[in-house]
């Protein structure tokens, strides 16, 4: 197939315009021959995990792997948005399992202070601090994060930077470290405004507002941004909406408006 050239590819990704990613690459598999074959490939895959086309975007995965021998970066990118893919479905076994061939292969292969070498470390520790994330763990999940935003600062790659201070500033935030967890939320909003992903920072902006609530960060403002925050959310967000509304059903609650809350419930 015809793709367009991968610098733009890859800027429409990284700035979060997926469904044009996904129309320019399409979602046939791509000949090993092109010169692009792994860029535009792992461009397909993340795309389609991040759509929700899970395993479509294995099938082609294990397709690049079973047609040529496949460079260590490309592997590790695949294997860390699978692995976050997985996790979505509930699926953690398989979502293990690819965070953990990622540390095995990172293991293996020889400390540089190149770019792939920065950026297969990001990946693969950034992998590992998400699922410590989703299991509760939250003080190693904070840790690898670290290990994660070292590397994406080192290798200058700005995205990873933001998904590492995602989960850094949550993690703080779980494990009770308000105010320097708001403090890495607030960095890593300012850099996905930078990127001019505004998916990343809609996110971000969620997390704050349910932070800032559960925390009695703001307090007298706290139902109208958690309603602000309902009322902008993009309807394909099926993920934040229930967040959002459990918090804003708790806020009522603790404020002795019970009816308000249960209307909420009703709906």
């Known amino acids: 197939m015809k793709v367009r050239s991968e610098s733009s590819l890859t800027y429409l990704f990284y700035s979060g315009n997926l469904s044009e990613a996904q129309r320019l690459l399409g979602r046939a598999p791509i000949a090993p021959q092109s010169p692009v074959f792994e860029e535009s490939t792992f461009l397909q895959v993340a795309t389609m995990v991040l759509l929700g086309d899970l395993q479509e975007a294995k099938l082609l995965f294990e397709r690049a792997l079973r047609n040529q021998s496949t460079s260590l970066l490309f592997r590790t990118r695949c294997r860390f948005f699978l692995g976050f893919g997985s996790s979505v479905k509930a699926d953690y076994k398989t979502a293990s399992d690819y965070f953990s061939e990622n540390f095995e292969d990172f293991r293996k292969c020889e400390v540089s202070d190149s770019k792939d070498f920065l950026e297969v470390r990001f990946y693969t520790f ?4 998400f699922f410590q994330y989703i299991r509760g763990e939250f003080e190693q999940a904070r840790d ?20 590492a201070l995602d989960l850094l500033g949550q993690s703080n935030c779980r494990i009770g470290d308000i105010r320097r967890g ?24 969620i997390a704050m507002v349910t932070f800032e609530a559960q925390f009695g960060l703001g307090i007298p403002n706290a139902i109208d941004k958690l309603r602000s925050a309902i009322r902008d959310l993009d ?11 459990l918090e804003l059903i708790r806020q009522l609650v603790l404020r002795g408006r019970g009816t308000e809350a249960q209307a909420h419930l009703d709906t």
């Open 126 to 129: 950034q992998g590992r601090s």
């Open 182 to 205: 708001m403090h890495e939320l607030e960095r890593a909003l300012s850099l996905a405004l930078t990127l001019g992903n505004g998916g990343i920072a809609t996110g971000l902006k």
């Open 144 to 163: 690898f994060a670290l290990d994660s935003y070292a590397a994406a600062f080192e290798g200058e790659f700005i995205f990873g930077q933001v998904l």
């Open 235 to 245: 309807p394909q967000d099926i993920f934040s909406l229930p967040e959002l509304y």
